[in-house]
């Protein structure tokens, strides 16, 4: 577990060392939206929650964190009211998938897990990964919206 010893700060620790420096001198308020910050590689994706507490403090960080697990949370509500074992596959699937990244992302913002290229889904600038995150999201409240109409027709098949 590499991850957790400082060694080399200039070498291979540098994102994290980054990363722990920026989140330790946010402050509870931030420095202010968009005050640069030099050292902190890829804002834009792996980086943009630590850049946003970076910026606008632990509580907003804080706030973010409660709204990413209210999402997962209602995300599993709305597969346990699914009748359908396929379309509670489908959902607990690209709700784990979600779910992963922003636990990941969180996590990896404030040194808990290693550094990878995985950026906050919803919020980090990906292209091509915010439309699979979204279409995701639509395929889920999709499922939602039509869950009892499987069982209907199976209600209907047995008569």
């Given at each position: 577990m590499s991850f957790f010893q400082i060694d080399d700060p200039e070498g291979a620790?540098?994102?994290r060392v980054s990363i722990i420096?920026?989140?330790?001198?946010?402050?509870?308020?931030?420095?202010?939206?968009g005050v640069p910050n030099h050292r902190?590689?890829?804002?834009?994706?792996?980086?943009?929650?630590?850049?946003?507490?970076y910026s606008l403090g632990w509580a907003f960080g804080i706030g973010m964190f409660v709204i990413a697990t209210l999402l997962i949370s209602k995300v599993i509500i709305v597969a346990s009211k699914l009748n359908d074992s396929y379309a509670k596959a489908l959902t607990i699937g690209?709700?784990?998938?979600?779910?992963?990244?922003?636990?990941?992302?969180?996590?990896?913002?404030?040194?808990?897990?290693?550094?990878?290229?995985?950026?906050?889904?919803?919020?980090?600038?990906?292209?091509?990964?915010?439309?699979?995150?979204?279409?995701?999201?639509?395929?889920?409240?999709?499922?939602?919206r039509r869950r009892n109409m499987v069982s209907r027709l199976h209600q209907k098949a047995q008569i």
């Open positions: 620790d540098y994102v420096d920026a989140i330790r001198s946010a402050g509870m308020w931030g420095r202010g939206f902190l590689p890829y804002i834009q994706s792996e980086s943009i929650f630590t850049y946003l507490i690209l709700s784990a998938i979600i779910g992963f990244q922003f636990v990941w992302s969180i996590f990896m913002s404030v040194g808990l897990l290693p550094v990878l290229s995985i950026g906050m889904p919803l919020i980090s600038y990906g292209g091509a990964n915010g439309i699979i995150e979204l279409m995701a999201l639509g395929i889920i409240l999709s499922v939602y």
